[in-house]
C-alpha cells in the first residue's frame, strides 16, 4: 500500500462546476497537508498549506483534512477553464519536513 | 519577486554522458531539496541539503550526486545518465529549517537521454 493514495483521474468538469479532489493516506504520524497544482511543463505551485484536522478556505478553495479518517480534500467552486491542471496533495510528519506526494490528479475544465 | 529558478527548462544528453542541472533561489531558504519526477508520477525526493548538511535518500541511485557551494545554488549531477534517468527534475526550497514550512517549487528541467 502506497503511503498516500491519489485517484489519477482523469476529470473533465463543464465550466462553473464544483470539483471535488482527495487523497487518502496510512500514515497517521502526518499533521500538515499541502495542496499544489502544477501545469504542464511548470513546476508544482503551492496552492492550500493546512495543519492537523479542519477547513481552510481562500477564495474559491476550500481544503479539508480529516485526520480519523486520514482523508484530505480539496474543493474548487465556480470552476475556470484556468483551473485545468493536475492537482497534488502532500503531507509531512511534525518532525521532519520530508514531504510525501499523492501521484496528482489530471483536472480538465471545459469552457 | 523572490523564486527559485532552474536552468536550463530542458536538456538533452546522451547516453553515459555526465549532466550537470543547477538551481537558484532567492528565497534565502536554508533547506532545498532535489526530486525526479517521471510522467504521471509523484515527485520523488532524491536529497535535500539542511544548509551544508547533505541528506540523500535511500533509495537514490549512486549515480546521482548533489553540491550546494553556498544559500543560494544547488546542482545535480548525473555522472552516468541511462535511459530510466529522463524524467522532469524539480528544485525546491523550505525556509524555517525543519519548521515544515511548506516547498517552494522551480520549475523544473526536462531531461532527455539519447
Known amino acids: 500500500q502506497k503511503e498516500v493514495e491519489q485517484d489519477p483521474g482523469p476529470l473533465s468538469v463543464p465550466e462553473g462546476a464544483i470539483v471535488s479532489l482527495n487523497c487518502t493516506y496510512s500514515?497517521?504520524?502526518?499533521?500538515?497537508f499541502m495542496w499544489y497544482r502544477q501545469y504542464s511543463r511548470k513546476g508544482p505551485e503551492l496552492l492550500m498549506y493546512t495543519y492537523s484536522s479542519g477547513n481552510k478556505e481562500d477564495g474559491r478553495f476550500t481544503a479539508q483534512v480529516d485526520k480519523s479518517s486520514k482523508y484530505i480534500s480539496l474543493f474548487i467552486r465556480d470552476s475556470q477553464p484556468s483551473d485545468s491542471a493536475t492537482y497534488l496533495c502532500a503531507m509531512s510528519a511534525s518532525d521532519n519536513n520530508d514531504m510525501r506526494f499523492g501521484a496528482g490528479t489530471r483536472l480538465t475544465v471545459k469552457p | 519577486d523572490a523564486m527559485v529558478i532552474q536552468n536550463p527548462r530542458y536538456q538533452v544528453t546522451q547516453f553515459g554522458k555526465p549532466v550537470t542541472l543547477s538551481c537558484s533561489q532567492t528565497?534565502?531558504?536554508?533547506?532545498m531539496y532535489w526530486y525526479q519526477q517521471k510522467s504521471s508520477q509523484a515527485p520523488k525526493l532524491l536529497f535535500h541539503y539542511y544548509d551544508k548538511d547533505f541528506n540523500n535518500e535511500a533509495d537514490t541511485p549512486d549515480n546521482f550526486q548533489s553540491r550546494r557551494p553556498n544559500t543560494s545554488f544547488c546542482f545535480l549531477d548525473i555522472r552516468s545518465p541511462g535511459l530510466g534517468d529522463a524524467a522532469m527534475y524539480l528544485c525546491?526550497?523550505?525556509?524555517?529549517?525543519?519548521?515544515?514550512?511548506?516547498?517552494?517549487f522551480g520549475d523544473g528541467t526536462r531531461l532527455s537521454i539519447l
Open positions: 500514515n497517521s504520524a502526518f499533521q500538515y
Open positions: 528565497l534565502n531558504h536554508n533547506v
Open positions: 525546491a526550497t523550505s525556509g524555517g529549517g525543519y519548521s515544515n514550512q511548506p516547498q517552494h
